[in-house]
């Protein structure tokens, strides 16, 4: 059971937006950055987002992220079929001295 | 251009150990550190633990404390990660990732993973 919770499925049509959420606490999300990642069957996993909304180049602009609070999101716009992968969240949680991954969210294009 | 090259599969028994390699190049491996991460069949990615590449100074998930070990070879721009007494339930892909410089913990750069099996 992950210290960040993210919905375990999300759901789009071709061209719709979608929205993944993480949800953490103040020793995690609530004071550190949140970077994103997804995992495209049997590859290893990709940054999509550092830095909570910071886009590293290769990542189309179709990917944005944010944070509040204790909160980081994922948004995604027009959804393509390639996009169907599972997605990370990712930041520091400064109680467990450790990184914690959320649980991930598997986004299917409809 | 940067990348990580990780030793290939692994089949393994019960209590065994297994060593993990993850040959960085591309880049100055001295700046940046290895953080390691896995993945079981059907489940999440699973933060292990971090080793600096400046000073080998290593942070572990509690539940890895004792029976991984994270060292480096700076001559060889290599990061390894020990696992010893092997369960079933060690049975996943891991992964090495550089750490980013930067106020955030982002992992930019990926292995390409090892599997490794653990079964009698």
């Known amino acids: 059971q992950s210290v960040l919770t993210q919905p375990p499925s999300v759901s789009a049509a071709p061209g719709q937006k979608v929205t993944i959420s993480c949800s953490g606490n103040t020793s995690n999300i609530g004071n550190n950055y949140v970077s994103w990642y997804h995992v495209l069957p049997g590859t290893a996993p990709k940054l999509l987002i550092y830095d909570n909304n910071r886009r590293p180049s290769g990542t189309p602009d179709r990917f944005s992220a944010s944070k509040s609070g204790t909160s980081a999101t994922l948004d995604i716009i027009g959804l393509q079929t390639g996009d169907e992968a599972d997605y990370y969240c990712l930041t520091w949680d400064n109680s467990l001295s450790a990184a914690v991954f959320g649980g991930g969210t598997k986004l299917t294009v409809l | 251009q940067i990348q990580l090259v990780q030793s290939g599969p692994e089949v393994k028994k019960p209590g065994a150990s297994m060593k993990v390699s993850c040959k960085a190049s591309?880049?100055?491996?001295?700046?940046?550190?290895i953080a390691w991460v896995r993945q079981a069949p059907g489940q999440g990615l699973e933060w292990m633990g971090y080793?600096?590449?400046?000073?080998?100074?290593?942070n572990s998930a509690q539940m890895f404390l004792d029976r991984v070990t994270m060292t480096t070879d700076t001559s060889s721009s290599t990061a390894y990660m020990e696992m010893r007494s092997l369960r079933s339930d060690d049975t996943a892909v891991y992964y090495c990732?550089?750490?980013?410089?930067?106020?955030?913990?982002?992992?930019?750069?990926w292995g390409q993973g090892t599997s490794v099996t653990v079964s009698s």
């Open positions: 591309g880049y100055d491996f001295n700046i940046y550190g």
């Open positions: 990732a550089r750490r980013s410089t930067g106020p955030g913990y982002t992992l930019d750069v």
């Open positions: 080793i600096s590449g400046y000073n080998g100074h290593t």
